[in-house]
């Protein structure tokens, strides 16, 4: 149930504001410390994930496989490889490293 | 003229973030539509005045819109996997992707419930993530001047994608071409694929021992890295990535990436303040950061 809950807030949430784009007039949001924040929050946002979801399980702090395959998703980046082959670095790097390491 | 033109793809490398924000808009689209630009370029150097704009055929901007709408849609296979994995049911995976269909927010909001966090905090960074979508339902309102009836139906199309192929046309009609073929390709391919890859997940079992569990984040690191241009950037996702691991440990799950998004106003503040000490560059950081932004809403 919770599940859904959190499906349910997420889906109103973000058509909501898809919706307010479309239809406030143009002035309304184009202050330009506004843009700017809004430029901004995907980064802190992205990045936090980015780390939380390589480097936590659960509530503590670990250092896995997936840092292993995120470093070569990494390097895949910097190589400019589009982005299913850096998705798929991650996956396949991962699996490699936690079957080699049981 | 040919800056003018040359613009719309750096956009596009600008956004990265695709509905699965993704890269792949980034590069393997991106570059149909730096084709498209050049093109249009090529016809400026010509000395085509900006009001002869050149008529680019449907068939050409269907076929951009295509190119970003195949290529960002397979990538929902990698949500659909990651969802599953991560406990949600089929049903609630494709709940996901129907209704929330901006990708760098739904791969959030699996991640978030994976760790155990609670529905409201979890749909909240999701929710913060989709803020942008705003932004570019301001470019978009202005570019496709679309009548009022219309824009409830619209708006679940307006995600990066749909707005980077849409900016990139020279015409209000190339631009509503843009937007529906890329937006129907890509909401039908995103959905088929999930569908896909939580029937997939489901029928391997543990997702973990074949490494899915990294889809997720390198989704994240995918739709970043084209976000770290300048310093701002930078410092932002350092102090975020600090927040977010440092607090992982003594904060409910869910919580330490909502305060880690602070990092935004943090920094912003912390260049306000220093510009304003140093009155003489105030009006020119201002002004630099001005066109960054603008640039960057893309």
């Not at chain 2, 496709?144 to 020279?170: C, G, M």
Request: a positive charge; hydrophobic letters at 50%; aromatic letters at 6%.
């Amino acid at each position: 149930m919770n599940i859904w809950i959190a499906i349910g807030v997420t889906a109103v949430g973000c058509y909501a504001v898809k919706l307010i784009g479309l239809l406030v007039p143009a002035g309304a949001l184009e202050r330009p410390g506004v843009k700017r924040l809004a430029a901004l929050l995907p980064v802190a946002l992205l990045a936090a994930l980015t780390a939380q979801q390589t480097f936590a399980d659960g509530q503590a702090l670990v250092l896995d496989a997936k840092a292993a395959g995120l470093a070569a998703a990494a390097v895949a980046l910097l190589l400019r490889a589009p982005f299913l082959l850096v998705v798929g670095v991650a996956v396949v790097v991962t699996a490699a490293v936690r079957a080699m390491t049981g | 003229m040919s800056e003018q033109t040359a613009s719309p793809p750096s956009g596009i490398t600008g956004t990265g973030s695709g509905i699965t924000g993704t890269g792949s808009g980034i590069t393997g689209t991106g570059s149909g539509i730096t084709g498209t630009g050049s093109g249009i370029t090529g016809t400026g150097d010509r000395g085509a005045s900006a009001a002869e704009v050149p008529a680019k055929s449907d068939a050409a901007v269907v076929r951009d819109a295509l190119g970003v709408g195949v290529a960002v849609g397979l990538s929902g296979f990698a949500f659909g996997v990651t969802s599953a994995g991560s406990g949600l049911s089929v049903l609630q995976t494709c709940a996901l992707s129907l209704l929330v269909f901006t990708g760098a927010s739904q791969f959030a909001l699996v991640g978030a419930l994976a760790a155990g966090g609670n529905p409201l905090t979890a749909a909240a960074g999701a929710f913060f993530l989709g803020v942008r979508n705003a932004f570019y339902g301001l470019r978009l309102s202005q570019l496709l001047a679309l009548p009022r009836a219309v824009r409830p139906f619209a708006a679940q199309w307006v995600i990066d994608e749909t707005t980077a192929v849409s900016l990139a046309q020279p015409t209000r009609r190339a631009a509503r071409v843009g937007f529906a073929v890329t937006g129907l390709s890509l909401y039908v391919l995103w959905n088929l694929t999930t569908l896909l890859g939580a029937l997939g997940a489901e029928a391997i079992g543990d997702t973990d021992a074949w490494g899915l569990d990294a889809a997720g984040p390198a989704v994240f690191l995918a739709l970043l890295a084209p976000m770290l241009r300048t310093t701002t950037e930078r410092a932002v996702a350092g102090i975020a990535v600090v927040l977010g691991l440092g607090l992982l440990p003594v904060l409910p799950a869910g919580v330490p990436v909502l305060v880690a998004a602070l990092a935004a106003p943090a920094v912003l503040w912390l260049q306000g303040y220093r510009s304003g000490r140093t009155r003489d560059g105030a009006g020119r950081n201002g002004q630099r950061s001005n066109a960054e932004a603008g640039k960057e809403d893309r």
